[in-house]
Protein backbone atom coordinates (compact mmCIF):
# COMPACT_ATOMS: atom_id res chain seq x y z
CA UNK A 1 0.00 0.00 0.00
CA UNK A 2 1.27 3.53 -0.68
CA UNK A 3 2.07 5.25 2.30
CA UNK A 4 -0.35 8.55 2.78
CA UNK A 5 -0.99 10.98 5.08
CA UNK A 6 -3.93 10.10 7.74
CA UNK A 7 -4.73 13.39 9.51
CA UNK A 8 -6.18 12.59 13.17
CA UNK A 9 -4.77 9.23 12.99
CA UNK A 10 -1.63 8.10 15.30
CA UNK A 11 1.00 8.35 13.25
CA UNK A 12 4.20 5.41 13.71
CA UNK A 13 7.75 6.28 13.37
CA UNK A 14 10.07 4.00 11.38
CA UNK A 15 10.13 1.82 14.97
CA UNK A 16 6.43 1.18 14.89
CA UNK A 17 6.09 3.69 17.71
CA UNK A 18 4.13 6.70 17.50
CA UNK A 19 5.38 9.97 16.55
CA UNK A 20 5.57 11.97 19.72
CA UNK A 21 6.01 15.92 18.40
CA UNK A 22 3.16 17.91 19.26
CA UNK A 23 3.00 22.06 18.75
CA UNK A 24 5.68 21.42 16.18
CA UNK A 25 7.97 22.99 13.10
CA UNK A 26 9.79 21.73 10.65
CA UNK A 27 13.13 22.73 8.95
CA UNK A 28 14.65 21.30 6.04
CA UNK A 29 18.25 20.73 5.49
CA UNK A 30 20.35 19.49 3.22
CA UNK A 31 17.78 17.36 1.60
CA UNK A 32 15.91 16.35 5.01
CA UNK A 33 13.23 17.37 6.98
CA UNK A 34 13.64 17.32 10.82
CA UNK A 35 10.28 17.90 12.58
CA UNK A 36 11.13 19.22 16.44
CA UNK A 37 7.93 18.85 19.00
CA UNK A 38 6.92 18.65 22.38
CA UNK A 39 7.05 15.34 23.93
CA UNK A 40 4.22 14.18 25.94
CA UNK A 41 3.36 11.61 28.31
CA UNK A 42 0.31 10.38 29.22
CA UNK A 43 -2.71 12.15 31.93
CA UNK A 44 -2.52 15.98 32.93
CA UNK A 45 0.83 15.48 34.05
CA UNK A 46 1.79 15.33 30.16
CA UNK A 47 0.81 19.19 29.53
CA UNK A 48 4.09 20.35 31.61
CA UNK A 49 7.13 19.41 29.95
CA UNK A 50 8.01 16.23 31.76
CA UNK A 51 10.96 14.89 28.58
CA UNK A 52 11.70 17.65 26.10
CA UNK A 53 11.76 18.30 22.61
CA UNK A 54 11.68 15.47 20.76
CA UNK A 55 13.01 15.43 17.00
CA UNK A 56 12.73 13.46 14.10
CA UNK A 57 13.99 13.43 10.77
CA UNK A 58 12.24 12.18 7.26
CA UNK A 59 13.14 12.89 3.42
CA UNK A 60 9.31 12.22 1.89
CA UNK A 61 7.87 13.65 4.67
CA UNK A 62 5.57 10.65 5.54
CA UNK A 63 8.06 7.95 6.62
CA UNK A 64 9.94 9.57 10.22
CA UNK A 65 12.73 7.88 11.99
CA UNK A 66 13.06 8.97 15.74
CA UNK A 67 16.31 11.01 16.37
CA UNK A 68 15.61 11.19 20.03
CA UNK A 69 15.59 14.08 22.38
CA UNK A 70 17.04 16.74 20.94
CA UNK A 71 16.38 19.35 24.33
CA UNK A 72 15.87 17.40 27.28
CA UNK A 73 14.62 19.45 30.03
CA UNK A 74 16.73 19.28 33.65
CA UNK A 75 16.83 17.74 37.21
CA UNK A 76 17.83 20.86 38.96
CA UNK A 77 14.66 22.53 40.19
CA UNK A 78 16.64 25.87 39.62
CA UNK A 79 16.81 25.69 35.88
CA UNK A 80 14.72 27.66 34.01
CA UNK A 81 13.86 24.34 31.99
CA UNK A 82 13.42 22.04 34.96
CA UNK A 83 11.09 19.28 34.72
CA UNK A 84 7.68 20.77 35.15
CA UNK A 85 7.76 23.64 33.13
CA UNK A 86 5.88 24.63 30.11
CA UNK A 87 7.63 24.25 27.35
CA UNK A 88 5.63 25.15 23.77
CA UNK A 89 5.55 25.42 20.14
CA UNK A 90 9.76 24.64 19.78
CA UNK A 91 10.81 26.03 15.99
CA UNK A 92 14.25 25.23 14.67
CA UNK A 93 16.18 27.49 12.00
CA UNK A 94 19.26 27.18 10.40
CA UNK A 95 21.58 30.09 10.27
CA UNK A 96 24.04 29.65 7.43
CA UNK A 97 26.44 32.70 8.41
CA UNK A 98 27.13 30.60 12.16
CA UNK A 99 26.49 27.31 11.11
CA UNK A 100 24.04 26.53 14.02
CA UNK A 101 20.85 25.63 14.21
CA UNK A 102 18.69 27.65 16.80
CA UNK A 103 15.75 26.91 18.56
CA UNK A 104 13.39 29.12 19.87
CA UNK A 105 10.18 27.93 22.22
CA UNK A 106 7.50 29.33 24.46
CA UNK A 107 8.73 28.94 28.13
CA UNK A 108 6.69 29.37 31.40
CA UNK A 109 8.76 28.30 34.19
CA UNK A 110 8.19 25.20 36.23
CA UNK A 111 5.22 26.31 39.20
CA UNK A 112 4.80 30.14 37.90
CA UNK A 113 1.94 29.26 35.74
CA UNK A 114 1.60 31.06 32.28
CA UNK A 115 3.20 34.13 34.47
CA UNK A 116 6.42 33.79 32.64
CA UNK A 117 5.34 34.52 29.44
CA UNK A 118 8.89 33.83 27.87
CA UNK A 119 10.92 32.84 25.08
CA UNK A 120 13.31 29.93 24.90
CA UNK A 121 16.55 30.05 23.31
CA UNK A 122 19.02 27.13 22.29
CA UNK A 123 21.16 26.39 20.13
CA UNK A 124 23.20 23.04 18.14
CA UNK A 125 25.70 21.91 15.97
CA UNK A 126 23.48 19.37 13.96
CA UNK A 127 19.81 19.40 13.48
CA UNK A 128 19.14 16.50 15.78
CA UNK A 129 21.61 18.00 18.77
CA UNK A 130 21.59 17.47 21.72
CA UNK A 131 20.21 21.61 22.39
CA UNK A 132 22.15 23.22 24.55
CA UNK A 133 19.88 25.78 26.26
CA UNK A 134 21.25 29.12 26.70
CA UNK A 135 18.83 31.77 28.09
CA UNK A 136 15.49 32.61 27.63
CA UNK A 137 14.24 36.59 27.23
CA UNK A 138 11.28 38.52 27.51
CA UNK A 139 11.40 40.07 23.55
CA UNK A 140 12.36 43.76 22.45
CA UNK A 141 12.73 45.24 26.31
CA UNK A 142 13.48 48.82 26.06
CA UNK A 143 11.88 49.14 22.75
CA UNK A 144 8.80 50.85 21.22
CA UNK A 145 7.39 49.39 18.15
CA UNK A 146 7.28 50.77 15.10
CA UNK A 147 3.85 51.01 14.59
CA UNK A 148 2.65 52.87 17.15
CA UNK A 149 1.65 57.12 17.27
CA UNK A 150 4.79 58.45 19.26
CA UNK A 151 2.52 59.56 22.11
CA UNK A 152 1.99 56.37 22.75
CA UNK A 153 5.66 55.50 22.89
CA UNK A 154 5.87 56.53 26.39
CA UNK A 155 5.55 55.08 30.00
CA UNK A 156 2.20 54.13 32.26
CA UNK A 157 1.12 57.21 33.93
CA UNK A 158 -0.20 56.53 37.36
CA UNK A 159 -4.00 56.86 36.33
CA UNK A 160 -2.70 54.03 33.99
CA UNK A 161 -0.80 51.94 36.09
CA UNK A 162 -3.44 51.80 38.62
CA UNK A 163 -5.99 50.58 35.67
CA UNK A 164 -3.15 48.21 34.71
CA UNK A 165 -3.08 46.91 38.67
CA UNK A 166 -7.37 46.43 37.99
CA UNK A 167 -7.36 44.42 35.35
CA UNK A 168 -8.18 40.78 35.40
CA UNK A 169 -6.47 39.07 32.08
CA UNK A 170 -7.18 35.47 31.83
CA UNK A 171 -5.67 35.04 28.19
CA UNK A 172 -8.25 35.30 26.34
CA UNK A 173 -11.00 37.46 25.25
CA UNK A 174 -11.87 39.94 27.56
CA UNK A 175 -14.14 43.42 28.02
CA UNK A 176 -12.57 46.88 27.87
CA UNK A 177 -9.29 45.27 26.77
CA UNK A 178 -6.73 48.30 26.55
CA UNK A 179 -4.93 47.89 23.35
CA UNK A 180 -2.38 50.75 24.35
CA UNK A 181 -1.58 50.02 27.53
CA UNK A 182 -0.36 46.41 28.19
CA UNK A 183 3.24 47.16 25.69
CA UNK A 184 3.87 49.87 27.53
CA UNK A 185 3.34 48.10 30.57
CA UNK A 186 5.88 45.40 29.65
CA UNK A 187 8.70 48.32 27.79
CA UNK A 188 11.26 48.08 30.90
CA UNK A 189 11.08 43.95 31.26
CA UNK A 190 10.64 43.06 27.83
CA UNK A 191 7.45 42.23 25.79
CA UNK A 192 5.46 38.95 26.44
CA UNK A 193 5.45 36.03 24.52
CA UNK A 194 3.40 32.57 24.35
CA UNK A 195 2.87 30.71 21.70
CA UNK A 196 5.23 31.66 19.08
CA UNK A 197 6.80 30.88 15.35
CA UNK A 198 9.91 31.50 13.54
CA UNK A 199 10.06 32.32 9.36
CA UNK A 200 12.72 32.94 7.63
CA UNK A 201 12.24 34.96 4.66
CA UNK A 202 13.88 34.76 1.04
CA UNK A 203 16.73 37.41 2.16
CA UNK A 204 17.67 34.73 5.09
CA UNK A 205 16.06 37.46 7.89
CA UNK A 206 14.47 35.84 10.82
CA UNK A 207 11.26 36.36 12.77
CA UNK A 208 9.79 35.79 15.68
CA UNK A 209 5.96 35.69 15.98
CA UNK A 210 4.21 35.45 19.11
CA UNK A 211 1.49 36.23 21.15
CA UNK A 212 2.08 39.11 23.71
CA UNK A 213 0.25 41.36 25.67
CA UNK A 214 -1.91 38.64 27.49
CA UNK A 215 -2.75 37.24 24.13
CA UNK A 216 -4.62 40.44 22.84
CA UNK A 217 -1.97 41.25 20.61
CA UNK A 218 0.53 39.49 18.22
CA UNK A 219 4.15 40.78 18.08
CA UNK A 220 6.20 40.65 15.19
CA UNK A 221 10.14 40.75 15.60
CA UNK A 222 13.24 40.59 13.75
CA UNK A 223 15.70 38.31 14.84
CA UNK A 224 19.32 39.33 14.91
CA UNK A 225 22.09 38.12 12.39
CA UNK A 226 22.75 35.08 14.44
CA UNK A 227 18.93 34.20 15.18
CA UNK A 228 19.68 34.38 19.09
CA UNK A 229 17.93 37.53 20.31
CA UNK A 230 15.45 40.02 18.99
CA UNK A 231 16.74 43.09 17.56
CA UNK A 232 14.33 45.64 19.07
CA UNK A 233 12.58 46.04 15.51
CA UNK A 234 9.31 44.78 16.05
CA UNK A 235 5.28 45.61 15.14
CA UNK A 236 2.05 44.56 16.73
CA UNK A 237 -0.30 43.03 14.67
CA UNK A 238 -4.50 43.29 15.58
CA UNK A 239 -4.33 44.69 18.81
CA UNK A 240 -7.37 43.52 20.92
CA UNK A 241 -7.91 40.21 18.59
CA UNK A 242 -6.72 37.64 20.46
CA UNK A 243 -4.72 35.49 18.29
CA UNK A 244 -2.89 32.53 19.13
CA UNK A 245 -1.02 29.59 17.06
CA UNK A 246 0.83 31.65 14.69
CA UNK A 247 2.14 29.73 11.11
CA UNK A 248 3.41 32.30 8.61
CA UNK A 249 3.99 30.95 4.96
CA UNK A 250 5.02 33.04 1.82
CA UNK A 251 3.69 32.38 -1.47
CA UNK A 252 4.95 34.48 -4.91
CA UNK A 253 5.65 37.53 -2.69
CA UNK A 254 2.56 37.73 -0.76
CA UNK A 255 2.88 36.87 3.53
CA UNK A 256 -0.17 34.86 4.88
CA UNK A 257 -0.52 33.78 8.01
CA UNK A 258 -2.94 31.65 9.98
CA UNK A 259 -4.12 31.61 13.82
CA UNK A 260 -6.89 30.77 15.68
CA UNK A 261 -8.50 32.78 18.60
CA UNK A 262 -8.13 32.09 22.33
CA UNK A 263 -10.11 29.39 23.57
CA UNK A 264 -8.14 27.50 25.48
CA UNK A 265 -8.02 23.68 24.53
CA UNK A 266 -11.01 23.96 22.63
CA UNK A 267 -10.45 24.10 19.34
CA UNK A 268 -12.07 27.06 16.86
CA UNK A 269 -12.18 28.82 13.59
CA UNK A 270 -8.64 29.49 11.95
CA UNK A 271 -8.04 33.11 11.06
CA UNK A 272 -6.40 33.99 7.92
CA UNK A 273 -4.28 37.09 7.07
CA UNK A 274 -2.22 38.19 4.04
CA UNK A 275 0.30 41.66 3.69
CA UNK A 276 2.33 42.30 0.61
CA UNK A 277 5.58 43.53 3.27
CA UNK A 278 6.14 41.37 6.28
CA UNK A 279 5.34 44.54 8.48
CA UNK A 280 2.22 44.94 6.94
CA UNK A 281 -0.47 46.37 6.47
CA UNK A 282 -2.01 42.78 7.46
CA UNK A 283 -5.85 42.02 5.81
CA UNK A 284 -8.00 39.56 7.43
CA UNK A 285 -9.58 36.89 5.07
CA UNK A 286 -12.00 35.22 7.27
CA UNK A 287 -11.35 31.11 7.82
CA UNK A 288 -9.65 29.51 5.41
CA UNK A 289 -11.03 26.14 6.35
CA UNK A 290 -14.01 24.59 3.60
CA UNK A 291 -16.33 21.59 4.77
CA UNK A 292 -19.34 21.53 6.83
CA UNK A 293 -19.92 23.96 9.57
CA UNK A 294 -18.66 21.86 12.37
CA UNK A 295 -15.49 21.32 10.49
CA UNK A 296 -15.09 25.57 9.89
CA UNK A 297 -15.78 26.27 13.38
CA UNK A 298 -13.10 23.91 15.25
CA UNK A 299 -10.95 24.01 12.20
CA UNK A 300 -10.85 19.98 12.00
CA UNK A 301 -11.39 19.61 15.63
CA UNK A 302 -7.25 21.14 15.59
CA UNK A 303 -5.27 24.33 16.03
CA UNK A 304 -2.36 25.25 13.53
CA UNK A 305 1.24 25.17 14.66
CA UNK A 306 3.20 25.39 11.24
CA UNK A 307 2.95 25.78 7.21
CA UNK A 308 5.71 23.85 5.73
CA UNK A 309 6.77 23.98 1.75
CA UNK A 310 7.26 21.05 -0.17
CA UNK A 311 10.70 20.84 -1.50
CA UNK A 312 10.59 20.44 -5.37
CA UNK A 313 6.58 21.28 -5.95
CA UNK A 314 5.64 24.40 -6.77
CA UNK A 315 3.31 26.37 -5.03
CA UNK A 316 2.72 22.77 -2.41
CA UNK A 317 2.20 23.81 1.14
CA UNK A 318 0.76 21.85 3.88
CA UNK A 319 -1.38 22.88 7.28
CA UNK A 320 0.25 21.49 10.35
CA UNK A 321 -1.88 21.54 13.19
CA UNK A 322 -2.33 19.50 16.69
CA UNK A 323 -5.34 17.82 18.11
CA UNK A 324 -4.53 18.66 21.94
CA UNK A 325 -6.18 16.39 24.45
CA UNK A 326 -5.51 17.91 27.78
CA UNK A 327 -6.87 15.26 30.08
CA UNK A 328 -4.95 12.64 28.35
CA UNK A 329 -1.59 14.72 26.44
CA UNK A 330 -0.06 11.61 24.90
CA UNK A 331 -3.10 11.11 22.64
CA UNK A 332 -2.82 14.42 21.11
CA UNK A 333 -3.49 13.65 17.26
CA UNK A 334 -1.28 15.40 14.09
CA UNK A 335 -3.56 17.08 11.47
CA UNK A 336 -1.82 17.72 8.40
CA UNK A 337 -3.93 18.78 5.41
CA UNK A 338 -2.56 20.05 1.50
CA UNK A 339 -2.67 23.78 1.57
CA UNK A 340 -5.09 24.82 -2.10
CA UNK A 341 -5.26 28.04 -3.80
CA UNK A 342 -8.12 29.40 -4.85
CA UNK A 343 -8.25 33.08 -6.67
CA UNK A 344 -4.47 33.07 -4.70
CA UNK A 345 -6.11 32.39 -1.17
CA UNK A 346 -5.25 29.86 1.07
CA UNK A 347 -7.90 26.72 1.19
CA UNK A 348 -7.79 24.27 3.46
CA UNK A 349 -10.51 20.57 2.65
CA UNK A 350 -10.21 17.75 4.90
CA UNK A 351 -8.73 14.84 3.28
CA UNK A 352 -9.19 11.32 5.33
CA UNK A 353 -6.36 10.31 2.68
CA UNK A 354 -3.81 12.09 0.50
CA UNK A 355 -0.44 11.69 -0.13
CA UNK A 356 2.08 14.29 -1.90
CA UNK A 357 1.01 13.59 -5.46
CA UNK A 358 -2.02 15.84 -4.59
CA UNK A 359 0.16 18.29 -5.61
CA UNK A 360 1.09 17.36 -8.80
CA UNK A 361 -0.31 18.80 -12.17
CA UNK A 362 -3.30 17.18 -13.01
Request: one cysteine or more.
Amino acid sequence: MTPAFHPGEIWRDTNGLPINAHGGGIVRHDGVYYWFGEHKVEGEAGNLAQVGVHAYSSTDLLTWKDEGIALAVEDDPLSEIARGCILERPKVIHNPRTGKFVMWFHLEIAGAGYSSARCGVAVADVATGPYTYLKSVRPNARHWPQNVAPQFKQPLNADERACVKELVLPGGPVQNYPTDLLYRRDFENGQMSRDMTLFVDDDGTAYHLAASEDNGTLHLSRLSDDFLDTTGEYVRLFPGHFNEAPALMKRRGIYFLITSGCTGWTPNPARLFKARTIWGPWAELGNPCVGTDAQKESTFESQSTYLLPVAGKPDAYVFLADRWRPENAIDGRYVWLPIQFREDQPVIAWQDSWDLGFFDPA
